[in-house]
């Protein structure tokens, strides 16, 4: 499909460059034959006055001979100019159109991509229904137990339906400027954040140490809490029960800087860079159902970081923990 729309992209750039190089070259031939021709009759007129009146006749022919060589010789140039131009411009217009082509493909790509990774996503959990529904259908002596597990391992899948489709809007709804832009004290957020995480914190016994900051950023409220809480949710989900995970905000360069830090089971270094990629899991925790999400927590919370024209950063020791920085900006750059 891009092959093609780049074949008619260089049709167009190379059809207007060529109406304008043929366009010139008529022109400079025009112009060039007239001086060509006022040029020889100021030469007649010059030689009349100095040697005496010529032969017109054999004169003018001599020279009506030397013009339309002269012409000759321009239109040759001007072919093998255009010829030269055609070539240069084909290449230059193919590959100009490549370049402009390039966004757009990358940008249907990754879209498409998105589409094919949320729908198996959502296919694993509607299989699962599927399948045990049918079985407990063909079974003719179901008891009520069974039909009790059925619909709590129904309730579960659906519980992982929603969750997906709430990670989904997530990103859709950051991409939108939809939000306002405020001044957040970050201990707000952070408060409220915590708060958020504290059920499963406390089911792992998990400590949440946070120093008390007074550190403002430019940014939404909500989304602010939305990035924390996932950090959060992450570093607990991550690490092992009984531990503790530390967050501190605090004010460099202009910056706000906030770290989430777990002793949990941390990151290789070849998942690393992939971790903020959507639907990204580390093989570990894609086979533990339980813990692991659908790989859109990092996602939301990278673009939610990008919305603020601030940067995000993860460092790992597997075995010994992760290390999240972001860094947000005080002043107003929010994108939404
Ligand atoms: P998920 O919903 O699977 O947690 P995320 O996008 O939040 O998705 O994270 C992507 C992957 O990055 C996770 O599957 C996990 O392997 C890894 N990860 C994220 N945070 C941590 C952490 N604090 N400790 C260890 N691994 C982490």
Redesign the pocket.
Known sequence: MFRSAAVKLTFWYLLIIMVLSIGCSLALYRISSNDIERIAKVQFSFLNSLLGPLDADNYLHLRQHQLSEDRQKLRANLIVFNIGVLVVGGITSYALARRTLRPIESALESQSRFAADASHELRTPLTVMQTENEVAMRNRNLSKEQAVALLKSNLEEVGKLKALSEGLLALAKTAKNEELMDEVALQKAIDEAIQRVSKVANAKKIKIISPKTNVKAKGNFEQIVQLLT??L???I???HDGSKVNLKAEKKERQAQIT?E?S????SRS?LPR??DRF???D???SKNE???????????KKIVDLHGGTIA?K?TPGK??S?TVKLPQNNTYRG
């Open positions: 996932i950090l949710d992450n570093a989900k991550y690490s989430v777990d949990g089971k941390g990151i998942d971790i903020f990204y899991r580390a570990s925790s894609r813990a692991s999400g659908y790989g859109l927590g990092l996602a939301i919370a993860a790992s923990g992760s999240f």
